[in-house]
T-cell receptor
Framework: EPEVTQTPSHQVTQMGQEVILRCVPI?????FYWYRQILGQKVEFLVS????????KSEIFDDQFSVERPDGSNFTLKIRSTKLEDSAMYFC?????????????FGEGSRLTVL | QKEVEQNSGPLSVPEGAIASLNCTYS??????FFWYRQYSGKSPELIMS????GDKEDGRFTAQLNKASQYVSLLIRDSQPSDSATYLC?????????????FGGGTRLMVKP
């Protein structure tokens, strides 16, 4: 069964360092997303990506964040200068159609710990 | 801010009982609703979607939607210990292109053998 894969599963970094989280969405899906979940809190939307551009982003997704689909298969989330409050589980997701009507398939997540 | 509210629980039910999970939402124009299950330390997994008022049944799961009262519920019949998880209610935020799901905080369900 096709699945969304994410790497790394866990990353520990120092405050101020750049982090890149990688995702391989399901191959025939057209919409890609990043969500995050701070420990014990809600799953929060960060950004959606369609047709090689950002289609929506939340207030959380400020100038420190960027996304890219560099090679037609990988979908990356970059945090330029990490802060302590960026510590969270980051979930990549993809869907065949818009999430308004379709199912999101989530990867297993990348846990980011900022020290 | 469009909110989705859930009782955090834990909701504890004995094995074989019916578990009833509720969710209220504030966005009156929301048309579709989703229930995701999240095991501890894992990612959310869609278990039910519902788009119109009334009930929708899928195996042991029944989703109920009442748009007038702005609530959606999930019933789990014959609850099993493997159903122990956090159940997340979600809907698309329709003041945008519809690609953003707003999640509730989830209700933790514990099914005791």
């Amino acid at each position: 069964e096709p699945e969304v894969t994410q790497t790394p599963s866990h990353q520990v970094t120092q405050m101020g360092q750049e982090v890149i989280l990688r995702c391989v969405p399901i191959s025939n899906h057209l919409y890609f997303y990043w969500y995050r979940q701070i420990l014990g809190q809600k799953v929060e939307f960060l950004v959606s990506f369609y047709n090689n551009e950002i289609s929506e982003k939340s207030e959380i997704f400020d100038d420190q964040f960027s996304v890219e689909r560099p090679d037609g298969s990988n979908f990356t989330l970059k945090i330029r200068s990490t802060k302590l409050e960026d510590s969270a589980m980051y979930f990549c997701a993809s869907s065949r159609v818009t999430s308004a009507t379709g199912e999101l398939f989530f990867g297993e997540g990348s846990r980011l710990t900022v020290l | 801010q469009k909110e989705v509210e859930q009782n955090s629980g834990p909701l504890s039910v004995p094995e074989g009982a019916i578990a009833s999970l509720n969710c209220t939402y504030s966005d009156r124009v929301s048309q579709s609703f989703f229930w995701y299950r999240q095991y501890s330390g894992k990612s959310p997994e869609l278990i039910m979607s519902i788009y119109s008022n009334g009930d929708k049944e899928d195996g042991r799961f029944t989703a109920q939607l009442n748009k007038a009262s702005q609530y959606v519920s999930l019933l789990i019949r014959d609850s099993q210990p493997s159903d122990s998880a956090t159940y997340l209610c979600a809907h698309p935020a329709l003041n945008n292109a519809g690609n953003m799901l707003t999640f509730g905080g989830g209700t933790r369900l514990m099914v005791k053998p």
